[in-house]
């Protein structure tokens, strides 16, 4: 199993983006997906979930700004990035939590940088 994120980018304040991450491989079973980011420094710190049944909840910091989607038979996770400010910049993770429960692996992307420019 695989994930790729992609969407990353130079964006001004203020801007958006659309983060954009695709699971491959042997999969039957997808949980819940999320994002993570972390800044230079800084801890690796929860963003968004989105669990298989389509709730979804956010981090403080976000909620209002970022939107979070997927879409199950594409295996792919969004995140909708409006209204981006400086303190958003960081290098950006998708997880997904892959297997039929109890049998599940958590997996992570390598990563997306976000840099907002003020």
């Known amino acids: 199993v695989q994930l790729q994120a992609s969407g990353g980018g130079l964006v001004q304040a203020g801007g958006s983006l659309r983060l954009s991450c695709a699971a491959s491989g042997n999969i039957f079973s997808i949980g819940t997906m999320d994002w993570y980011r972390q800044a230079p420094e800084n801890q690796r710190v929860l963003v968004a979930s989105?669990?298989?049944?389509?709730?979804?909840n956010y981090a403080d910091s976000v909620k209002g700004r970022f939107t979070i989607s997927r879409d199950n038979a594409k295996k792919t996770v969004y995140l909708q990035m409006n209204g981006l400010k400086p303190g958003d910049t960081a290098v950006y993770y998708c997880?997904?939590?892959?297997?039929?429960?109890?049998?599940?692996?958590?997996?992570w992307g390598k990563g997306t940088q976000v840099t907002v420019s003020s």
């Open positions: 997880r997904m939590v892959i297997g039929t429960p109890p049998l599940t692996t958590n997996y």
């Open positions: 989105i669990t298989s049944g389509g709730s979804s």
